[in-house]
Every structure is written in C-alpha cells, then in structure tokens.
C-alpha cells in the first residue's frame, strides 16, 4: 500500500471509529491488508487501538 492509500485509508478508518459497531476491526483488517499482506483480526484491533491513539482522537 503505498502512502496516500494508507493516509485514506486511515481516515476511512477514523470515519468508522467515530461511529462504532461489531465489526470496526473486521473494516480495518479489509482497508488495510491485501492478499500479499492479510492482517489477523488481533493485528486489526491492535491497528484500531493505535489509530484512536495518533490519527483518531476523540
């Protein structure tokens, strides 16, 4: 994923943390792995829990 992806694909994320449901880990897990790079859903709850701390703060 290059950096504007990643950057997009974070606020996309941020949009979603805003408004949370059951499945905010399953959407980080799908924006940012791929098939070359899947990502487990531990790594996506890790990923979510850093996001809300640096680029989605309340």
Excluded: Y
Excluded at 20 to 42: C, E, M, S
């Amino acid at each position: 994923m290059d950096e504007q992806k990643a950057i997009d694909a974070g606020r996309n994320q941020c949009s979603s943390l805003a408004k949370p449901n059951d499945k905010i880990d399953w959407l980080v897990v799908q924006r940012f792995g791929n098939d070359a790079h899947p990502l487990t859903d531990a790594q996506g709850k890790a990923l979510n829990a850093t996001l809300r701390k640096t680029m989605c703060p309340k």
